[in-house]
């Protein structure tokens, strides 16, 4: 039996006329193939391998397993080093912790990668998909969700904010459903998931073999090899639709449009939090929001507000060299490190957030989570978009 078996699995399909498909599966279940280090690092190699060698047509990302893709980010190192960074006389600088700067460094580098890889990538998101699964995922361009997906970024629950470049896909989404879902990390579904531009195809999950045999069947590399993912992946969903072989809850976040609008269009932070508590609703998922935003750290409300209206004009490159730099102020300030005592470490759900209340972040404070140590050629990700 293997002790230490890898994070990832990688195999190769080669297809009727010799192309190949890659194929990276996310395997440590026991953690809901939360995103470490190390998993970071088998898989950028492998893609980048695979981005350049001309007999691979395409790239599968799955995770093994039936209850999620990726439930997040592994939390329990970057916890450990932040204790000692606190303890630690450098505590004031935010570059001190190296393990922080390099786990944040070394994601975001590989979700840069997703997000501009050169060839088909097809993200089979079944299950959980959450924070970082939600980064790895966003930046594929075939994204699957099936009955059972599941999204959600919830980090306001423990005190760091939606990165992963969050701030850019979410600043995105219809109208200011991003700034809701920001504040309340509710959980979307499949059709929300499409509603959003989170998902791109909606397939049953019993479906996956028979998607997998047909793109084994394309003619690989003799025209538009994403055309080619398309039609197979729009097929499958036609079929799922057609046999009833899957229920589909309907888009909560659809449902609720016009009210999410009316609350987060409002001109300030302050407004917004006020009009999702003070909401009166018998619906179960507003409901659940209401309590997520009520429950989690002030200050990464404040955060998650201030980024979205910061990133309109950026690049995604910008966002992560952006995200990068809030990241390890969080990592270096008592929310980030108390929500994860409170939710994963201790688990006794009593974080004592610093400020407790919205009132209690003043505009300087959070300008404070933007300065940057570094000049801009010597930002640990100057280099991406180059």
Aim: hydrophobic share 45%; glycine share 8%; with cysteine.
């Amino acid at each position: 039996m293997n002790q230490t078996a890898a994070p990832v699995a990688f195999e190769e399909l080669t297809a009727a006329n010799g192309r190949r498909i890659g194929i990276a599966t996310l395997a440590s279940e026991k953690t809901l193939h939360a995103i470490s280090l190390e998993m970071v690092r088998l898989l950028t190699p492998q893609l980048q391998q695979w981005q350049a060698d001309p007999g691979v047509a395409m790239v599968i990302l799955q995770a093994q397993g039936e209850k999620a893709f990726c439930a997040g980010g592994d939390l329990q190192q970057l916890y450990r080093s932040m204790r000692e960074h606190h303890a630690s006389p450098a505590r004031e600088d935010i570059r001190a912790n190296t393990y922080a700067a390099e786990f944040f460094e070394q994601e975001y580098r590989l979700d840069y990668l997703v997000h501009s890889f050169a060839k088909p990538i097809l993200c089979w998101g079944h299950g959980i998909v959450m924070g970082g699964g939600i980064g790895l995922m966003a930046g594929c361009s075939h994204r699957v969700v099936t009955e059972k997906s599941r999204l959600a970024m919830p980090e306001i629950t423990i005190g760091l904010y939606p990165d992963v470049g969050g701030s850019w896909f979410l600043a995105r989404m219809p109208g200011k459903t991003g700034i809701f879902l920001a504040l309340t990390g509710a959980n979307l579904n499949a059709n929300d998931a499409l509603f959003a531009g989170l998902a791109d195809y909606r397939v049953a999950h019993a479906a996956k073999a028979s998607v997998i045999d047909a793109l084994l069947m394309q003619p690989w590399g003799q025209g538009n090899d994403a055309e080619l993912l398309d039609r197979v992946l729009a097929s499958a969903q036609a079929s799922s639709s057609q046999e009833g072989a899957a229920v589909f809850a309907a888009a909560n976040l659809r449902t609720h449009f016009d009210l999410i609008e009316s609350i987060c269009r409002r001109p300030t932070l302050p407004e917004i939090v006020d009009g999702i508590l003070t909401l009166q609703t018998e619906d179960a998922w507003l409901a659940k929001a209401q309590a997520t935003l009520r429950a989690g750290s002030p200050g990464s409300a404040w955060l998650g507000h201030a980024l979205q209206k910061r990133v309109r004009r950026l690049s995604l490159a910008e966002v992560f060299r952006l995200e990068f730099v809030v990241s390890l102020h969080c990592a270096a300030r008592p929310d980030f490190v108390e929500g994860i005592r409170a939710l994963i470490i201790e688990k006794d759900q009593k974080p004592q957030w610093n400020p407790a209340s919205l009132a209690g972040a003043t505009p300087l404070w959070v300008e404070g989570f933007f300065a940057d140590p570094w000049s801009a050629a010597d930002h640990p990700l100057a280099d991406l978009g180059a």
